[in-house]
């Protein structure tokens, strides 16, 4: 009777031990040929933002994908699913898959250099991404549908960053995403003889180290005189005092010192925290912050009244300014968008007391990449940035000197002393016994 017991559990044994091997062979079978996800995170990260939605369904020009990747290849159906994404929004997307082993014409028409590379094709124009995120895409998609260019200028010859330089202090990666954007970005050294190119749409002066030449400041007033627009990343003591009176702007001196920024963990003081913004068109989607590193306070000289003033960038009222002997409370002006009637149309302006938060180093920071680009679509023909993410409501935790402490007394001394104290207490009470 033992024995027909035992060899019954056994037959149940093995019979559930094939069952469960067969049904683990069919669910690899269908995640093999079927794929679904599904994004819980907080702020919807892995799935089309509104704003790109709402992008995609205003496109009108027809748009073929040329994807080429081999059939059998282990990401196809990764792509797959990541354009259909698009294709749900819009009804102008074409894809189209390309075996780069049996289409070696298209490779070589398209420089097609990896696996996976995707090529957006509108008319003439065509642009190349090597990764498929919303980002790159809507980026792409907005570079090819451009009829035309903006050309932007950047002035070299004193000193200033390089638009295409990898230094931290550089300006290359925000240059990249402009190109990506479809931006023409050109350099020109105001120290020639030549003229300001004619084609320049919007003239960026980015931190000037060295005083201009009579010849420099010329060049640069006809053009103002003109109506050109200009984007002018100043810094403290900025050698350009000429400008700063042709604009009617007058720059303090001094150091900024911010408190607030100790609750970021930031050594250094001279750092400004922005978080709260005005309602204007490059300022009034801005979610995130912005650090400013060691910025200019800015004002209006009020002798001037051909240009009209509005203030994008306003520090705190604990912010404090010291200049040598004197010590001024905020809050202080940083950054100017400025207007005025020129030649029949609007001539802007926009002026910021800093210029490192472009850079390579601190451009990944905050919003300030988005705020780059709304100032260079509120002044040129550059398109208004399609993606805007919001932040998870977690993705900063700020606490204060006292949390922190606590936090780390309990996690480093408390905890071990109580369960050192309960392992003695345990031991002695077993050794009593």
């Known amino acids: 009777m033992i024995s027909k017991t035992v060899s019954a559990a056994h037959y149940r044994h093995h019979l559930l031990t094939v069952l469960f091997l067969i049904i683990t062979a069919l669910l690899s079978q269908l995640a093999i040929h079927y794929n679904y996800r599904v994004d819980i995170t907080q702020s919807q990260r892995h799935s089309l933002s509104l704003a790109g939605q709402q992008y995609l369904a205003q496109l009108t020009q027809a748009v073929t994908i040329y994807v080429f990747i081999h059939p059998k290849h282990r990401a196809i159906n990764t792509f797959k699913s990541e354009l259909k994404q698009y294709q749900q929004y819009t009804d102008v997307l074409t894809v189209q898959w390309i075996n780069p082993q049996q289409s070696p014409d298209l490779v070589r028409r398209y420089h097609i250099q990896q696996q996976g590379e995707i090529v957006l094709v509108q008319g003439k124009n065509v642009h190349h991404l090597t990764t498929l995120s919303e980002k790159a895409m809507l980026r792409g998609l907005a570079a090819i549908s451009q009829e035309t260019l903006a050309h932007l200028t950047f002035i070299t010859g004193y000193g200033e960053r390089q638009p295409m330089g990898k230094a931290n202090f550089d300006l290359g990666l925000w240059s990249e995403a402009l190109i990506e954007q479809g931006a023409n970005i050109a350099q020109y050294s105001i120290k020639d003889k030549t003229a300001i190119p004619a084609n320049t749409e919007l003239l960026i002066i980015a931190g000037s180290q060295q005083q201009w030449n009579e010849s420099s400041q010329k060049k640069l007033l006809n053009y103002l005189e003109q109506g050109g627009h200009l984007l002018w990343l100043t810094e403290p003591n900025q050698p350009l005092p000429f400008l700063s009176q042709y604009l009617g702007l007058i720059e303090h001196p001094g150091i900024l010192l911010d408190p607030t920024v100790a609750q970021l963990n930031i050594n250094s003081t001279d750092f400004t925290l922005i978080e709260d913004y005005p309602i204007h ?8 912050p912005i650090l400013l590193p060691k910025a200019a306070a800015l004002s209006v000289n009020q002798t ?17 300014r010291h200049d040598k002997q004197t010590i001024t409370s905020g809050p202080f002006h940083l950054a ?12 802007r302006v926009v002026v910021i007391g800093d210029g490192d938060f472009l850079s390579n180093q601190f451009l990944g920071n905050g919003a300030h990449q ?5 100032i260079l679509h509120w002044l040129s023909t550059i398109p208004m940035p399609t993606l805007t993410v919001s932040p998870s409501l977690d993705h900063m935790l700020l606490l204060d000197n006292t949390t922190l402490i606590l936090i780390g007394t309990g996690f480093l001394v408390v905890l071990p002393l109580i369960w050192a104290i309960t392992g003695l207490l345990l031991f002695w009470s077993r050794r009593a016994r």
Request: overall charge positive; cysteine-free; aromatic content about 14%.
């Open 281 to 288: 068109p490059i300022t009034k989607q801005l979610i995130a």
């Open 304 to 320: 001037s009244s051909d240009w009209t003033y509005f203030p994008l960038l306003t520090s705190a009222k604990q912010v404090k």
């Open 336 to 347: 100017y968008a400025i207007t005025r009637d020129q030649h029949s149309q609007q001539q």
């Open 370 to 374: 988005p705020f780059g680009q709304y």
